[in-house]
């Protein structure tokens, strides 16, 4: 049987797939790795969320089919959130819609609202649903180089110069995902401004709203006057209060793309499960202590990090925002590249991390770096950073041994 299937041979082999087999190999052998790779949240969801669950799957009547666009409360909820954060009205029928996670809710609009050979403008590096969402829907990406010293809005027109026909969207992620950059709402403006004039769809995924360390939290583009006629923001439960595994989401903003989803997710799900839905909404209108919590924790993580790490001899720029750290690769490593990079931190110091050319080729010259591991631990990885540094040439002399032995 022909097993040539024409959306899979668009998906290169997974990046982050060679080092997670090395980390599993390492660990079953009984080895002490510590993992900085994956953005997962080592914290528990906050209690009164739990609880919530617990008492509504006591339930017989959750039990049944949910709506896959989310129950009421919860998208009453959702526009309640962006009321008092954002300062913005949404309506909560036509606005919004609950996803499964913000992956889930972009895949899927990108389905919805893709013909076969649109193209799409997608920041490059970048999280990996952004461009292959559009990629498995067919489309055809056009991607523009983002990253530190860069000027977003240069690179922004040199991808849309000569590019035939005209992008149908732009995707924006702030704070991003892996670079941790920010921006600010006059930016958003430049952007809608931009969209408009080319007559653009914005995706934005906004999924790291929450998590920021300075006294200026990251805006919502649906604040810029018009924006909800060209843009819809995704957003996540999931760093916010500890939810990765309840997979919840929203995507808001203008009318036809929410409606677009919600006719396609008709077809696809029938939600998530309602008891999770009512326990979402218990965490949107209940106490937000917890969220500070989260964010102080993420913080003094990322302190300890970049001290100790910077101790050990890897200067790593400070994020403003998110729970990741995107660290240049060590000068006496840098001609490996991302991948051979974390291969061989992994093998030689026991510390895992997300090599950039996961994220896109313009990463390759970075790793990613998750706080989800304890300031002990993280100490931990420090000091073995440093040992592993201080013997550079002769891992480096072993690599291009073995390298050239095979």
């Not at 029928?93 to 919805?112: F, Q, R």
């Not at 709402?185 to 080319?198: D, G, M, S, W």
Request: hydrophobic share 40%.
């Amino acid at each position: 049987m022909n097993s040539d299937f024409h959306r899979i041979k668009r998906l290169p082999p997974y990046v982050f797939e060679e080092v997670n087999r090395m980390k599993a190999a390492a660990r079953a052998a009984g080895e002490d790795i510590i993992d900085l790779g994956m953005g997962n949240p080592d914290q528990p969801t906050p209690p009164h969320i739990v609880e919530k669950l617990v008492e509504t799957v006591r339930d017989g009547r959750t039990h049944r089919y949910s709506t896959s666009r989310g129950i009421p409360g919860l998208r009453r909820a959702n526009a309640a959130y962006y009321k008092r954060r954002f300062g913005v009205d949404i309506d909560p029928e036509t606005e919004t819609i609950a996803t499964l996670g913000s992956k889930e809710g972009l895949a899927n609009l990108a389905m919805a609202i893709t013909t076969p050979g649109d193209v799409i403008l997608s920041p490059n590096p970048s999280y990996p649903i952004h461009p292959y969402g559009f990629i498995i829907a067919g489309a055809v990406v056009r991607h523009f180089e983002v990253g530190p010293h860069i000027d977003f809005f240069e690179a922004l027109e040199r991808g849309m110069a000569h590019c035939y026909p005209t992008p149908t969207c732009l995707i924006l992620n702030f704070p991003s995902n892996p670079t941790a950059m920010t921006v600010d709402l006059e930016f958003y403006r430049r952007v809608v401004a931009f969209a408009r004039e080319h007559q653009m769809y914005i995706l934005s995924d906004l999924a790291y709203a929450e998590i920021y360390f300075d006294d200026n939290p990251p805006p919502s583009i649906l604040q810029v006057e018009g924006a909800k006629d060209l843009a819809v923001e995704f957003t996540s439960l999931s760093k916010t209060y500890s939810m990765p595994g309840w997979r919840m989401g929203f995507a808001t903003g203008n009318k036809e793309l929410v409606g677009a989803l919600t006719r396609i997710k008709s077809y696809l799900d029938y939600g998530a499960f309602t008891p999770i839905q009512v326990a979402a909404t218990a965490a949107l209108n209940g106490p937000q202590d917890c969220v500070d919590a989260a964010r102080k924790l993420y913080q003094s993580r990322r302190d300890v990090m970049i001290s100790s790490m910077s101790a050990a001899g890897w200067e790593i720029p400070s994020p403003s925002a998110t729970m990741f750290a995107w660290a240049p690769i060590p000068a006496p490593f840098t001609e490996l590249g991302s991948l051979e990079f974390s291969k061989l931190l992994l093998q030689e110091a026991k510390v895992a991390v997300a090599p950039g050319l996961g994220f896109g080729e313009h990463g390759d010259k970075f790793v990613r770096i998750a706080m989800v591991e304890n300031e002990q631990r993280i100490r931990q990885a420090a000091r073995n950073v440093k040992k592993f540094l201080s013997e550079a040439d002769r891992h480096l002399a072993s690599y291009h041994e073995q390298k050239s032995g095979n």
